[in-house]
């Protein structure tokens, strides 16, 4: 049998033995369950955005107000509903309640429950201001067409010097909860790749491995094993979010357009960094022969894992700034910081072209050091074993 045959048996063991743990399929089924139930939620809480606005009138009104109201809510893309109370203490028990949002009063009084809306305040004037003047033009003699042309509001006409991305936040947000997903991944799978090594180690099932293959056989194909099933569950979150997505409505933003270049991000980065943290993973795992000791060890990869989930968080808010600006382009935090920035539209191509070749190449470093270390370490039981002692070891 060929070595790279040898190798696929080993990552299939390492997939099928990891895939189907309790934990890891109840834990996947729990996710997916949550991420499919979000999409609801969204429309559940976003659906009250939508109702009418409703204004409240009471005692004397100007004449033609109702016109007046419908024609300044268009001006401000709102849609309205007029309620009218027959007296003022009616009318203020309404506003206290909640049930409307603003009264005018004997068409003089714009009377509110606690905030002001300067919004409501210029729709509301500006209806009355137009009845009252539509009725001294018509008491003046005025057609109603010509008193129409009077108080027609002046055509006016607001442009911007650069077009607004609605969907700017939204795209921030999905790509931090994608490094999210991606920051627990890593974390995850890396661990099950130290604890793998450890196991193996404790139970000397290496031993009898290591009859038959070569060490470097062994990590690449617990690598390509627990890797394989990482995609998988990204696969599995990332078709539930999908789904989720296209269930979300929220106006003008559509999630699911969103969502597809956010997904691909994720399993981009996801390769560059498990790839990354794997090797590491594995060569501090093999450097203690139980699991009471793996907690320490690990201590290394998590160090250098937590200040990404930071940065992720900076960039979230600056995606500009120069923190996550240069953490995005050093190999240990690009694949959590670098989706945030590039969703934003802050990372410049060369900044990309960067953080990919820094990481493929620091990948490729730890896969060559790591694979020595984790040799070194393999065979070496009854207590820790510092790095460069297996390093050492390794070449003997």
Same mark, same amino acid.
């Given at each position: 049998m060929s070595r790279w045959k040898q190798v696929a048996l080993l990552a299939k063991r390492e997939f099928k033995e990891r895939a189907t743990s309790k934990p890891f399929l109840i834990t996947m089924s729990v996710?997916? &369950?949550? @991420?499919?139930?979000?999409?609801?939620?969204?429309?559940?809480? #976003?659906?009250d955005?939508?109702?009418?606005?409703?204004?409240? &009138? #009471?005692?004397? *009104?100007?004449?033609?107000?109702?016109?007046?109201?419908?024609?300044?809510?268009?001006?401000f893309e709102m849609e309205t509903v007029l309620v009218r109370y027959p007296d003022r203490a009616a009318a203020e028990t309404a506003l206290t309640d909640g049930d409307v949002a603003v009264v005018l009063a004997d068409g003089t009084e714009i009377v509110f429950h606690t905030d002001v809306s300067s919004r409501l305040s210029a729709l509301v004037g500006g209806a009355v201001?137009?009845?009252?003047?539509?009725? =001294?033009?018509?008491? &003046?003699?005025?057609?109603?067409?010509?008193?129409?042309?009077? /108080?027609a509001p002046v055509p006016v006409t607001v442009v911007t010097l650069e077009a607004e991305d609605v969907e700017e936040d939204t795209k921030r947000a999905a790509a931090f909860v994608g490094t999210l997903a991606l920051y627990i991944s890593i974390l995850m799978f890396g661990q099950f790749v130290a604890?793998?090594?450890?196991? *193996?180690?404790?139970?000397?099932v290496v031993e009898v491995i290591l009859s038959r293959v070569r060490p470097?056989?062994?990590?690449?194909?617990?690598?390509?094993?627990?890797?394989? &099933?990482?995609?998988?569950?990204?696969?599995?979150?990332?078709?539930?979010?999908?789904?989720s997505?296209?269930?979300?409505?929220?106006?003008?933003?559509?999630?699911?357009?969103?969502?597809?270049?956010? @997904?691909?991000? /994720?399993?981009?980065?996801?390769?560059?960094g498990y790839t990354f943290y794997a090797f590491l993973y594995a060569a501090v795992g093999s450097t203690v022969s139980r699991q009471e000791d793996l907690q320490g060890a690990m201590m290394m990869p998590i160090?250098?894992?937590?200040?990404?989930?930071?940065?992720?968080? #900076?960039?979230? *808010?600056?995606?500009?700034?120069?923190v996550p600006t240069?953490?995005?382009?050093?190999?240990?935090?690009?694949?959590? /910081?670098?989706?945030?920035?590039?969703?934003?539209?802050?990372?410049?191509?060369?900044? @990309?072209?960067?953080?990919?070749?820094?990481? =493929?190449?620091?990948? =490729?470093?730890?896969?060559? @050091?790591?694979?020595?270390?984790?040799?070194?370490?393999?065979?070496?039981?009854?207590?820790? #074993?510092?790095?460069?002692?297996?390093?050492?070891?390794?070449?003997?």
């Open positions: 996710l997916v &369950l949550v @991420i499919l139930a979000v999409g609801p939620a969204v429309n559940f809480f #976003v659906s955005e939508t109702e009418a606005t409703r204004i409240g &009138l #009471v005692g004397d *009104e100007p004449a033609g107000i109702d016109q007046a109201l419908s024609a300044q809510a268009a001006v201001d137009t009845s009252v003047k539509s009725e =001294a033009l018509t008491d &003046l003699g005025l057609s109603d067409g010509e008193v129409a042309a009077v /108080v604890m793998g090594t450890v196991e *193996e180690k404790q139970n000397r470097w056989q062994i990590l690449v194909g617990k690598v390509v094993g627990i890797g394989l &099933l990482g995609l998988l569950q990204l696969a599995l979150l990332a078709g539930a979010a999908y789904f997505a296209q269930m979300a409505d929220i106006g003008d933003v559509d999630l699911a357009s969103i969502g597809l270049p956010i @997904i691909a991000g /994720v399993f981009f980065w996801f390769v560059l160090i250098l894992i937590v200040p990404g989930y930071i940065l992720a968080l #900076v960039a979230a *808010e600056s995606p500009d700034g120069l240069i953490g995005s382009m050093l190999p240990p935090w690009a694949p959590f /910081v670098m989706p945030v920035r590039i969703a934003s539209g802050a990372a410049e191509p060369l900044e @990309i072209l960067v953080a990919v070749l820094g990481t =493929a190449a620091a990948a =490729a470093a730890l896969v060559w @050091i790591g694979s020595r270390v984790y040799a070194g370490g393999l065979l070496q039981t009854g207590g820790k #074993v510092k790095l460069a002692e297996a390093w050492r070891a390794a070449g003997e």
